[in-house]
């Protein structure tokens, strides 16, 4: 019954402890249980000792027997002096757990070795229906490992411990014993974590963990930052950006760089260089997302493995002679040839102009041919794997219509000549039981499908003067957006029950000017035009102007997104 609880002390009016809290105000629960020694399955618990102190003195106790359902091994009644006689009238864990929960709520749960008690106790909360309160843990025998080193003492076991900080309790292989122990080795440590600048119940249990000394030297860097949304940038000494993030919270993301959750090499080589953290506030999470891509390109810092060199991009073109072919290019040219991309590398643009030259009888050779010179064939034209311009064997208008004009309506509408002619390969290729052949033509449908798609959806923003969109905000207010030909030009907030429009006017007039440009991405990089992309397709967005029409093309690459799926799937 839970009336044989034995209960002291106030339980009400404690302070939470969260992050900032200091080591002196805080209210931690000293938690011991004793078990049958198997697994933590929701049962095994014989007895809980859990001792409430906040500053050094003790707040409450909290001591019972706690019927297993099952044997006590003999080991067991051993190593603790706890029998089956003992334990059969106690009540079990799912009586136990109501007042235990109510007793460590809002407090700092400690324990020596606690994922082991831990454990047990979300078990039994899981097997029994009983929301875990998920309070911050502190590992007494994990914080032993940091403060006191091997000279000191051979192990950090709890007698150990006791014994070396000469505590008035020791423990006895009983609960609420071992708790009280636990407190006197709990309060011992705090007083060397001074020496360390560990103030905080933060502190302490990053302390904990595998922090290493690098960042606890280098956690003032996160001091000062602000709860907001926006770009970071660590720095060198010299002023040079080391790494760009970005965050909806910047303090919040900066600080987790400074604990054991931050486990990349790179990161641990950067924080080493590091002697500085800028913080740049945004109005809004797109917004910052975009300053972060622009930093990144601007100052390619050397901690960045993504966006640092959006010019390194390649294009599959069309060229502009009599009989067009294909070539793999780095810039736009101001003309009005087709092209399709960009390609990230120049083995994707490879891959993709072998398709189609697998669908339609685009040349394949390099030299520019002459509509009044014949030039000799190459091998391909013996194989019937080319028309033979260089021959005249088709005319410029039989070659337009074969070969350059299906290609061009891939890149900015309908590619369904190129399609169905892959798909008709592959299927002569898998009948004929030619899999792996059938598989390389996959490949190259995906990486022509992708680009496609990708390209007519850049091309349906990027061709709009301007556009304005909103999404609301958390205060209730709305997140405004200014696009003008794919980049964006301007960002900002209209606060809650305000209409937005003076703030869009207030934006427009301070928007930066865009030039008409040429190609799918005049104004931008791809990755920022698919980054303001996302955010105008998310369903709380709303169009609020567009200068012209935001559309696709009706029978667009778009509609072979299912097709382009299944075949990335297929690999």
């Known amino acids: 019954m839970v009336d044989q609880l034995f209960v002291q002390g106030t339980l009400d009016g404690l302070l939470a402890a969260g992050d900032a809290t200091d080591l002196r105000d805080a209210t931690f629960v000293v938690v011991d249980l004793e078990t049958t020694g198997g697994a933590p399955d929701g049962g095994g618990i014989t007895e809980i000792g859990a001792v409430k102190v906040r500053g050094g003195e003790e707040l409450g106790v909290l001591a019972t027997l706690v019927n297993p359902g099952q044997p006590i091994p003999p080991f067991i009644t051993v190593l603790t002096g706890i029998t089956q006689a003992m334990v059969l009238p106690a009540p079990p864990i799912e009586e136990v757990l109501p007042p235990f929960l109510e007793f460590v709520k809002g407090a700092v749960l400690v324990a020596h070795n606690a994922p082991y008690d831990v454990g047990f106790l979300k078990a039994a909360c899981a097997k029994f229906g009983y929301a875990w309160p998920n309070p ?46 636990t407190v006197d080795v709990l309060h011992a440590m705090i007083g060397r974590l001074g020496s360390h600048n560990v103030t905080t119940v933060a502190d302490a249990i990053e302390f904990a963990k595998a922090v290493t000394p690098t960042q606890r030297r280098k956690r003032h860097l996160a001091e000062g930052l602000p709860h907001a949304p926006g770009v970071y940038i660590f720095r060198a000494g010299d002023g040079r950006p080391l790494y760009v993030g970005t965050s909806v919270d910047i303090a919040t993301r900066v600080r987790s760089y400074f604990t054991a959750a931050e486990k990349r090499a790179r990161m641990s080589e950067m924080l080493a ?32 493995r993504r966006s640092k060199f959006p010019e390194r991009v390649v294009w599959l073109k069309l060229t502009d002679e009599v009989y067009p072919r294909l070539s793999v290019v780095r810039a736009l040219a101001a003309d009005d040839t087709a092209y399709l991309g960009p390609f990230t590398s120049r083995r994707a643009a490879d891959l993709a102009a072998a398709a189609v030259h697998d669908a339609i009888p685009l040349r394949q050779c390099t030299l520019r041919l002459s509509a009044k010179t014949k030039t000799p064939a190459c091998a391909l034209a013996e194989l019937g794997k080319c028309a033979a311009p260089c021959e005249h064997r088709i005319s410029r208008e039989a070659y337009e219509e074969s070969a350059a004009a299906p290609f061009r309506a891939a890149t900015t509408g309908d590619p369904r000549r190129v399609v169905e002619s892959l798909l008709a390969r592959i299927a002569v290729l898998s009948d004929a039981q030619r899999y792996e052949d059938a598989a390389v033509v996959r490949g190259r449908l995906a990486a022509v499908l992708r680009a496609a798609v990708r390209m007519q959806r850049l091309f349906g923003l990027t061709t709009i003067a301007e556009l304005v969109a909103a999404r609301r905000g958390g205060d209730g207010g709305w997140e405004l957006a200014i696009v003008r030909q794919g980049r964006l030009v301007a960002a900002g907030n209209s606060p809650p029950r305000v209409h937005p429009r003076a703030t869009i006017e207030v934006l427009r007039a301070t928007a930066e000017t865009v030039l008409p440009g040429h190609g799918p991405v005049p104004s931008a990089t791809a990755e920022e035009t698919e980054r303001i992309l996302s955010w105008l397709e998310k369903p709380d967005t709303r169009l609020v102007e567009a200068s012209t029409g935001w559309a696709s093309p009706v029978r667009g690459a778009a509609r072979y997104r299912e097709l382009l799926r299944k075949a990335e799937a297929l690999g």
Do not use: M, S, W
Request: charged share 30%; hydrophobic share 45%; proline share 6%.
């Open 136 to 181: 911050r843990v502190l590992d007494t025998a994990a914080l032993a490992r940091r403060v006191l080193i091997r000279d000191e003492v051979p192990n950090r076991k709890l007698g150990t411990l006791a014994a070396h900080f000469r505590t008035p309790n020791q423990p006895t292989h009983r609960a609420l014993d071992d708790a009280k122990a």
């Open 273 to 304: 260089a590091a002697e500085k953290v800028e913080a740049v506030e945004c109005a809004h999470g797109l917004e910052a997302e975009i300053r972060e891509l622009r930093l990144i390109a601007a100052h390619a810092p050397p901690y960045n």
